[in-house]
């Protein structure tokens, strides 16, 4: 007679724990793939969250353009340029032209979309509003520690008007070589009075820096100094090695793709209305700082900061000779603002007598 069978114990445990171990596979699989979709979705939340900035600080660069002397302009230009980033005006929800340092100075810009999540819709995810904003201020540039080791003399008729404004559109140079008429001029100056040795005079060219604060006569605050020491000689190998090194930071704003920036991709010329540049490029190489001087004696060993003058960089050139050991450099610049009355800073607050403004994100 055949009897059953009994079944194995150990087989029974082994049947209960496949089946928990496939239960325990089905929540971590779900988990893994909750966690990947809520991970994916962010993402997305964060590519557009970076859209947005781009486009909330494009439109408030815009509209600043027009400010102060425009501020329902600003407006306009500023939710044209949300639009040209793709965005629909149910999205624009602020557009402000604001008072910080000097009446309608500044544009605040805040944008808005609704986020529709796609994997995250399991977990009774639907919309989430993804928001950017951005703040922009228009600034007037004055002078300070970024200067050159130049000086262009208040009295220059080839580059500064009789009441000392700037020609605009003229050639003009700086750092005369050989000397000019006047006994001791070079239009080169002893920037930090430490004896004026080439390493310390093609540094301040390369990097645009002085240990000194400087600034115009008749500024007493901050402290700061406003007579200087001039430099005689050709200064030959320290000027076109200093420039060249200079110049070889660009292009950083060239769109013609031209290889180097140009006037017009460093100063944006205005429409008439208001000043007649705006600084578009503030980190080009090219756009210098001039302290525009005065003496009181010849020869010319000392000279007064009258004001700066904010000029192009055009380059150099070698007047007699070669220039390779000997010879004259003179270096050629393009003025288009000049400021008598600012204190020492690359930007300070908007000042209406001003031909040069600067916009820069503030928020």
């Known amino acids: 007679?055949?009897?059953?069978?009994?079944?194995?114990?150990?087989?029974?445990?082994?049947?209960?724990?496949?089946?928990?171990?496939?239960?325990?596979?089905?929540?971590?699989?779900?988990?893994?793939?909750?966690?990947?979709a809520m991970a994916l979705d962010v993402g997305m939340i964060f590519r557009d969250r970076r859209h947005l900035q781009n486009a909330?600080?494009?439109?408030?660069?815009?509209?600043?353009?027009?400010?102060?002397?425009?501020?329902?302009?600003?407006?306009?230009?500023?939710?044209?340029?949300?639009?040209?980033?793709?965005?629909?005006?149910?999205?624009?929800?602020?557009?402000?032209?604001?008072?910080?340092?000097f009446p309608n100075d500044t544009i605040y810009v805040k944008v808005e979309e609704q986020f529709d999540w796609i994997f995250a819709k399991v977990l009774d995810q639907d919309q989430t509003a993804v928001s950017a904003d951005a703040a922009a201020r228009v600034e007037a540039y004055g002078g300070g520690h970024n200067i050159m080791p130049w000086g262009l003399l208040k009295s220059d008729s080839s580059c500064l008007q009789i009441d000392g404004t700037p020609i605009l559109n003229a050639d003009c140079s700086v750092k005369i070589g050989a000397g000019s008429s006047i006994t001791g001029w070079y239009g080169a100056l002893d920037l930090d009075g430490n004896g004026g040795g080439s390493a310390e005079y093609e540094a301040n060219i390369i990097d645009g820096e002085s240990e000194t604060l400087y600034c115009a006569r008749y500024e007493t605050t901050p402290s700061c100094e406003s007579v200087v020491d001039t430099l005689a000689g050709n200064k030959v190998g320290g000027t076109d090695h200093a420039i060249d090194e200079r110049l070889s930071?660009?292009?950083?704003?060239?769109?013609?793709?031209?290889?180097?920036?140009?006037?017009?991709?460093?100063?944006?010329?205005?429409?008439?209305?208001g000043p007649a540049?705006?600084?578009?490029?503030?980190?080009?190489?090219?756009?210098?700082f001039i302290p525009v001087v005065s003496f009181n004696s010849v020869p010319i060993q000392q000279v007064t900061i009258e004001g700066w003058a904010i000029a192009y960089l055009h380059g150099y050139h070698c007047v007699i000779l070669n220039c390779t050991g000997a010879g004259n450099w003179?270096?050629?610049?393009?003025?288009?603002?000049?400021?008598?009355?600012?204190?020492?800073?690359?930007?300070?607050?908007?000042?209406?007598?001003?031909?040069?403004?600067?916009?820069?994100?503030?928020?």
Not at 19 to 30: A, C, D, F, P, T
Not at 83 to 98: A, P
């Open 277 to 288: 540049y705006s600084v578009i490029c503030p980190q080009s190489p090219r756009l210098i």
């Open 1 to 36: 007679m055949n009897r059953p069978r009994k079944k194995d114990p150990s087989n029974l445990s082994k049947g209960r724990e496949r089946g928990q171990g496939l239960i325990l596979s089905v929540l971590v699989m779900g988990a893994i793939f909750g966690f990947t």
């Open 330 to 363: 003179v270096v050629d610049v393009e003025v288009v603002e000049t400021n008598y009355s600012d204190f020492p800073g690359i930007e300070s607050n908007f000042n209406p007598t001003t031909t040069v403004t600067a916009r820069e994100l503030v928020q």
């Open 56 to 101: 909330a600080d494009a439109a408030a660069l815009a509209g600043a353009a027009e400010l102060p002397m425009n501020p329902a302009r600003a407006v306009v230009k500023a939710r044209q340029w949300a639009k040209n980033n793709g965005l629909d005006s149910s999205q624009v929800k602020t557009i402000q032209v604001r008072s910080a340092n």
């Open 249 to 273: 930071r660009e292009p950083t704003c060239d769109d013609s793709g031209n290889g180097h920036d140009d006037f017009e991709e460093v100063f944006a010329a205005s429409d008439g209305t």
